[in-house]
């Protein structure tokens, strides 16, 4: 007899068609995961912004090919990138707009300048934050559990100059330059400081602005001091012309040495042919990156995704992105109140360095290298 129920086999079969969509479902169950990004894309000091953004990006942009799962959900990564245009106003409005957002984790800023009050947002808000490129020794020292820093800080840098213009060089005078940001006073500082001890000759001490473009007064000053070089604390955007007027002024055989913020492809079309050039010695808190394992295969990928931007942190702004991740997964959380922990127990081997932290967020045993300009490219020296 044929009715209209269902029998015990249709009944089984359509539950177990159930359970098999729920169980697809939640196989396939997502969570989108939201990166935070916050660098200057606008101003002069937009070419180290986008280079930042687009190692973290490309990152992103790697990790969404790896099918990560976290604690039983397929993570899909977002980018959320801000612009502070290299102000510390508008570093901390960024800071709490990714706050609001609910970001999973930041990285940077690019500048210390903006890195320092930037922190205290990121503190407060609970976000973890790890800075690819603010070099200046008081971001981790603020006490905050959540700051981490992936390169040399300017303690390394300034040292490391002074010690080579003392040494090798057998410098006698310099003259010291510094616009007033928290990372052009630090490291000029610590140069300062250790060129006395390797005992050089501090002959004169000047003072410009991250806005500044015309040094001549300054260097006319300088010159009449006959220093064996001159060490500024800045970035490329006033290196630049400061290499130009530094040749006009017949300044030829003076160095010009610098840290991170002036060690840039750019640098090279800032000083606008200038002989100078030639004379600059800088400074970058990380080794080379064509003598890393996987450095040259890593810049080729950046280079065919973003032909021609590459400057100084990208590959930092990659890697830490992964280390947020790399957290993420041994923690089994996206949450940063739990995933945060364990960046302390961080041991990834990124494109830069194996990344180990010590008590305060800086990296354990950091490597710096010294650059110089020879026939229109950036030499590693070390």
């Known amino acids: 007899m044929v009715g209209y129920g269902w029998g015990a086999r249709q009944v089984a079969m359509a539950a177990t068609s159930v359970c098999c969509l729920v169980g697809a479902v939640g196989a396939h169950a997502q969570t989108l995961v939201r990166i935070g990004h916050v660098a200057p894309v606008s101003g002069a000091q937009a070419h180290y912004g986008r280079d930042n953004e687009n190692g973290a ?16 959900k397929k993570i899909t990564f977002e980018l959320m990138a801000e612009d502070d245009a290299a102000d510390p ?51 981790t020292q603020l006490g905050y559990k959540n700051v981490f820093r992936l390169l040399a800080n300017d303690n390394e840098l300034g040292a490391g100059l002074a010690k080579y213009a003392a040494g090798p060089l057998k410098l006698k005078k310099v003259a010291i330059i510094d616009d007033r940001t928290a990372y052009g006073k630090g490291v000029s500082d610590v140069f300062a400081k250790v060129a006395k001890e390797q005992g050089i000759e501090i002959v004169s001490q000047q003072y410009t602005n991250d806005k500044a473009v015309d040094f001549m007064s300054i260097l006319t000053s300088i010159k009449s001091k006959k220093p064996d070089g001159i060490f500024f604390g800045g970035m490329d955007p006033q290196a630049g012309p400061m290499l130009r007027q530094m040749q006009q002024l017949g300044l030829n055989k003076a160095y010009l040495f610098g840290g991170d913020g002036i060690c840039t492809d750019k640098l090279m079309d800032l000083s ?24 040259k295969a890593w810049r080729a990928r950046y280079e065919a995704k973003f032909p021609g931007q590459f400057q100084v942190y990208s590959p930092y702004t990659y890697d830490a992105t992964m280390v947020l991740v790399d957290a993420m997964k ?32 800086d990296l354990k045993n950091p490597a710096m290298t010294l650059y110089v300009y020879r026939d229109g490219k950036k030499v590693a020296l070390n």
């Open 89 to 139: 106003k508008q570093g901390t409005a960024a800071a709490q707009k990714l706050c609001d957002a609910k970001v999973n984790g930041v990285v940077g800023h690019l500048n210390s300048g903006t890195s320092i009050p930037a922190a205290k947002v990121y503190n407060q808000c609970g976000l973890p934050m790890v800075s690819p490129s603010a070099t200046n020794p008081d971001l």
């Open 272 to 295: 606008s042919g200038a002989k100078t050039l030639a004379n600059v010695v800088c400074a970058v808190g990380g080794a080379s990156l064509d003598k890393l394992p996987s450095g």
């Open 57 to 72: 990006r490309m990152a992103v942009d790697e990790l969404n090919t790896q099918g990560i799962v976290i604690a039983g």
């Open 330 to 361: 041994r923690a089994g959380s996206t949450d940063p109140k739990v995933y945060g922990a364990k960046l302390l127990d961080t041991a990834y081997q990124g494109v830069t360095t194996k990344v180990v932290f010590d008590a305060k967020g």
